[in-house]
């Protein structure tokens, strides 16, 4: 709770900080397809290749890269052992009561956390080179067609900036409703369920209380300024995208097709 | 409820999105916090009771994605069956709410609150076994994850949604719902 999460953007000046927050971010789901649809080992190597060498471009702490891998140690081991215990296959190499293990499952299992693996290192490099507001404006211009389909893309876009805007502020007022209730006898570690349950309503009712009421002073500032919708504002700066853009679009296009085809 | 301006209803929308990344951090001390109580839900279902079915909607997809990019939870795997369930009580809470005048606000809270979570589960649960996970999900299974693993969490919920909309009436964060006529 003391620190932001990982995936917080990092303040530097590398080539993938300069790059335009749209341009990564189609690059960024072209990516993730090649991740997906890659089956061979080859295409792995070269998807690691890729991962690694956006990894050095970036000029990021490796720190910052590689903390949400640590935390989903847990996850990658529970996933490793249910596909290669209980992967269906012809010649196991080793049986024991229902357990069964054989190559097809251990490959299955392997491709399965190098995949997720992949998909959280991809997407923490985006997070760390770019800034939330670029994010979520970049959002707002890639769903701009969804407008035809009468949905208030605008809108959509100012609430998830607002809300990215309010997860600093409302993550230290919860660690402070958490620190007052626990010296009031809150007993959010006790390893009986009862008193964990117990635990949850005081720290939660004032959590919601206090994040309404912040809420509640925003909107009312917004209206009183004349904020109606988002869907009438213009926008003061309009970049357009750069040679090193569509260089960066094209690189991703031919990584996974290569990946695909090739590999 | 219906007395909200939309801009009110989009910034409530966007702190409850945020209590999606806050609040499983702040349950991160309780082992396994996020199964058993699935801290989650409660801003989800409380945006659609008191924003509408259209925020809730929304506040159900974006709440889990965003998680998951800023604290990797839920895990990239278990990401969109936890963005279409959420979505779905999102949705299902704020239609029935919008639906159930019983001129008694708990009564349309609970109503609203119990149907959305069955059907929720029921539907999220359908999704699974023919999208998802098509031939190796079960009833069984549906039953573990869906009603048993998650039981403190349910009973959390169904205590806690309906107090909070009250305390917050109360406080006049929200329009009363059925306001008391004086004379």
Redesign the interface.
């Known amino acids: ?1 003391n620190t932001m ?4 953007y990092i303040t530097g000046t590398s080539m993938l900080h300069r790059l335009d927050a749209r341009g990564k971010l189609i690059c960024m789901f072209v990516l993730l397809t090649a991740v997906i649809l890659t089956s061979t080992l080859w295409g792995y190597i070269f998807i690691i290749a890729v991962t690694a060498a956006l990894m050095l471009f970036s000029a990021l702490p490796a720190a910052a890269l590689f903390t ?1 891998l640590r ?2 140690w847990l ?1 990658f081991t529970v ?1 490793f052992l249910m596909n290669a215990l209980f992967f269906d296959g012809n010649a196991p190499l080793c049986s024991w009561w229902i357990f069964h293990i054989t190559a097809a499952g251990l490959s299955q299992g392997a491709q ?1 956390v190098l995949r ?1 693996l992949l ?2 290192l991809l ?1 923490n490099i985006l ?1 760390c080179t770019t800034r939330p507001m670029e994010l979520t404006g970049a959002l707002e211009s890639l769903l701009k067609p969804l407008k035809l389909f009468r949905i208030p893309v605008e ?2 876009a ?3 900036s ?3 805007q ?2 600093p502020t ?2 230290e007022e ?2 402070m409703i ?1 620190k007052a209730q626990t010296a009031r006898g809150a007993r ?2 006790s390893r009986r ?1 009862t008193d ?2 117990a635990s ?2 005081p ?3 004032p ?3 206090s ?6 002073e ?2 009312m500032a ?2 009183a300024r004349g ?3 988002a869907g009438s504002r213009t926008k003061k700066d309009r970049h357009a995208l750069h040679l090193p853009d569509y260089l960066a679009l094209t690189a991703s296009m031919m990584i996974c097709a290569a990946s695909v085809f090739i590999f | 409820m219906n007395q909200m ?4 209803r ?6 409850c ?3 999606c ?3 499983p ?6 082992p396994n916090a996020g199964s058993i ?1 699935c ?1 989650m839900h ?2 989800v279902l ?1 945006c659609g009771l008191i924003a509408g079915w259209p925020f809730g909607l ?1 506040c159900g997809l ?1 709440g889990p994605l ?1 998680s998951s ?4 939870m839920p ?3 278990y990401l969109p069956i936890m963005m279409m369930e959420l979505a779905l009580y999102g949705l299902l809470t704020g239609l029935f709410m919008q639906l159930i005048h019983t001129r008694k606000i708990y009564v349309d809270l609970y109503i609203s609150l119990v149907i959305s979570l069955l059907a929720g589960r029921v539907l999220a649960g359908i999704a699974r076994a023919l999208i998802f996970a098509p031939g190796s999900y079960s009833i069984s299974a549906w039953a573990t994850g869906y009603f048993i693993t998650c039981l ?1 969490g349910l ?2 919920q169904l ?2 949604v309906p ?2 909309v009250f ?2 009436e109360k ?1 006049r ?2 329009p009363v719902r059925y306001p008391v006529e004086e004379g």
């Open positions: 709770m999460p990982s995936g917080q949400p935390r989903l996850f996933i399965v997720v998909v959280v997407s997070t809108d959509i100012m609430i998830l607002v809300a990215i309010f997860i409302l993550s919860a660690d958490k959010f570690e369920l964990k349950a949850v309503a720290l939660v009712v959590i919601f209380l994040a309404f009421r912040r809420a509640d925003l909107s917004m209206e904020y109606r919708n | 301006s939309y801009v009110k989009s910034i409530l929308t966007a702190v999105i945020a209590l990344v806050v609040l951090m702040a349950f991160h001390a309780i109580y801290p409660i801003p409380l929304l974006a965003l990019l800023l604290t990797g895990a990239t795997a403190p009973v959390i205590a806690l107090t909070i305390a917050l406080a964060l929200i």
